[in-house]
């Protein structure tokens, strides 16, 4: 007890340092949580039978956005609404980038931090930014603005991206950094769209027909392009085909989840996600991270018990890191994330 209480101490004088009304997150022994439901023997090919699913750290108002910085060796991740990026390297947790999202002056409610974060060819930092709707690059201390606007009218507040291996951005654009979310007065698009950035700076709108887009990623060949669909009406993970000049082709449902989000015990709806190198999804939705054959076969479910909103491979790939509300996570796999 001592040590968490000095810990405890270390963290308060840093937010007080700070001037933030912001509770520091706390690192304790890794210890397990929730549980890995096997619903196909393939299973067992992606998550070692004797896996558990491990909380890091915890005490975030709602963790986001996970990424794997491969040159340095460390985590980034959002926490939304104290509109913050922390790093998490070797069991450390530590402050990295604040303000995160929202640079106002003006002081607001909601979730005004960042969400999706990503890095680009060149090894930077890029930032879905709810509060500045937005997507921004950070280049040294400053940020610096990649897209605010299609057709001269203010995005709502991008959630997540991916970039395609010729380096255009995928994007998904719900309101959910509005402070009073679809009904803010200062939302100026009618539509909740899926966009592509590309290289030369055009903004093309991909379909504006999701109710609320989400998470978004690309099939190891990248002629499939998955988005998930946070609705609680139509829970639900698109795959559209990809056209040659990278716009997109027809949709379809790759899986229904709006059965299960309604069962209590499955908190959360389609969120993030994330693709292995072999194809398979791990989507996080209704009571954790689903784990998706490309066929779109549900293998099981990694249950963490929480509303769970994103994750990420790291380490050298075979690590799955999990923001699951409060809490980081992680899940040692059989498997290797994209991109290593």
């Known amino acids: 007890m001592k040590t968490k209480r000095v810990r405890t101490m270390i963290w308060q004088a840093a937010a007080m340092a700070i001037g933030a009304a912001w509770a520091a997150p706390a690192v304790w022994a890794v210890e397990p949580i929730g549980s890995i439901e096997r619903l196909d023997p393939a299973l067992d090919e992606l998550i070692p039978p004797d896996a558990k699913i491990e909380k890091l750290a915890e005490g975030f108002k709602w963790s986001e956005g996970p990424v794997w910085n491969q040159r340095e060796g460390y985590l980034l991740f959002s926490d939304i609404p104290n509109n913050v990026v922390n790093k998490y390297q070797d069991g450390k947790l530590t402050m990295f980038l604040r303000p995160a999202g929202y640079t106002g002056k003006v002081e607001r409610g909601g979730e005004p931090g960042s969400n999706g974060l990503l890095y680009d060819s060149d090894g930077n930092l890029v930032l879905c930014q709810h509060g500045d709707r937005r997507i921004a690059r950070l280049k040294g201390k400053k940020f610096v603005t990649l897209v605010d606007k299609y057709k001269g009218k203010r995005l709502n507040s991008p959630n997540d991206g991916v970039f395609k291996s010729n380096g255009d951005l995928y994007f998904t654009d719900p309101p959910y950094g509005l ?10 698009l009618d539509f909740c769209g899926v966009y592509r950035l590309s290289t030369n700076g055009k903004l093309t709108l991909l379909t504006d027909k999701m109710t609320r887009p989400n998470g978004i990623g690309f099939s190891p060949d990248e002629k499939t392009l998955y988005v998930a669909q946070s609705d609680p009406q139509e829970a639900i993970w698109m795959a559209y085909d990809v056209k040659a000049d990278g716009t997109l082709g027809k949709g379809r449902v790759f899986f229904d989840a ?26 996080t939705g209704p009571g954790g991270v689903f784990i998706f054959s490309p066929q779109g076969k549900h293998l099981g479910t990694l249950r963490t018990g929480q509303a769970t ?5 790291g380490d050298d790939g075979t690590t799955l890191y999990i923001t699951a509300d409060m809490y980081l996570c992680r899940v040692k796999t059989s498997t290797r994330g994209l991109g290593f």
């Open 258 to 283: 709006t059965e299960l989000s309604k069962d209590e015990k499955n908190k959360g709806l389609p969120d993030g996600l994330k693709v292995d190198r072999q194809g398979n999804l791990f989507a």
């Open 179 to 188: 402070v009073d979310n679809f009904d803010d007065p200062a939302r100026e």
């Open 309 to 313: 909103a994103n994750c990420a491979f």
